[in-house]
């Protein structure tokens, strides 16, 4: 009785994560083209027509570039707060009302045997909030998006089974990178983007002895590299004596290609 997830996609450029139970299958946004998410329901072996729903965390188009199509070809039901339904309706296109359905923050729903609670998140958008999976005993916990990690945050996902978690930015890449000061003020803020090094110091706080994976993700096409995020929160997390790669492992995502089916 298996709760199983892949990121689809994860970065500046789109977004999407698929997460399934023995009887439910949900997906986490859909930022990319409805062609290129048909690809990647193909690349992990899964039939999107099957799908009970999409859950959209907010409006930008790096997380709801493909929801509209998508959920039109498939007759999928879209799940979203009022304000998110405000901010992208129209960018969707014509919605059938009865695939319409509303997913206030702060609340936990039932998808037969799988719960999902939402949560805010500090950024620039009408009212962001991402989820937490429970399953069978098991916690995932999707939590990108964010301008700082509060406190209320790190008590909602604490001591999940797996995290995916924003890392999107090194600092140094991005304060001599090419973005003008008023994008780079933006992402700096408590309303953008969690770095490399904020990732690391608030994963410190939710690490528990669950844990056993972490998905750095949402890396920023222009100022940041895999390998850089990786390292900086790797040794951030062993300065303050946690056990990476023994305890738990750190994986990378991909703007373009799907991780592998993970058990959480």
Known sequence: MALRFSVLASGSTGNAMYVE????????????????????????????KELD?????????????????????????????????????????TIPLDQKFHFDMETVRDFGDLEVESFGVSHDAAQPMFYVFRHNGRKLVIATDMGYVSDRIKGTIKDADMFVFESNHDLN????????????????????????????????DVIGDNTS??????????????????????????????NVGEQFQLYDTDPLKPTAMSVV
């Open 21 to 48: 139970t023995p009887t439910k299958r949900l997906l986490v946004d859909a930022g990319l083209s409805g062609k290129k998410m048909d690809e990647l329901f193909q690349e992990i072996n899964r039939d999107p």
């Open 53 to 93: 729903g999409i859950l959209v965390t907010h409006e930008h188009s790096d997380h709801i570039k493909g929801v509209g199509i998508f959920a039109r070809r498939h007759k999928l039901p879209i799940y979203a707060n009022e304000k998110t339904w405000n901010a992208m309706d129209k960018q969707l296109g």
């Open 173 to 204: 890449m991005l304060r001599i990178g090419r973005y003008p000061w008023n994008v780079k003020r933006r992402i700096l803020s408590d309303v953008g983007h969690v770095s490399n090094e904020d990732a690391a110091m608030a994963l410190t």
């Open 213 to 242: 994976r972490i998905y750095l993700a949402h890396l920023s096409l222009d100022n940041n590299m895999k390998d850089l995020a990786r390292l900086t929160v790797e040794q951030s997390l062993k300065a303050q004596g946690m």
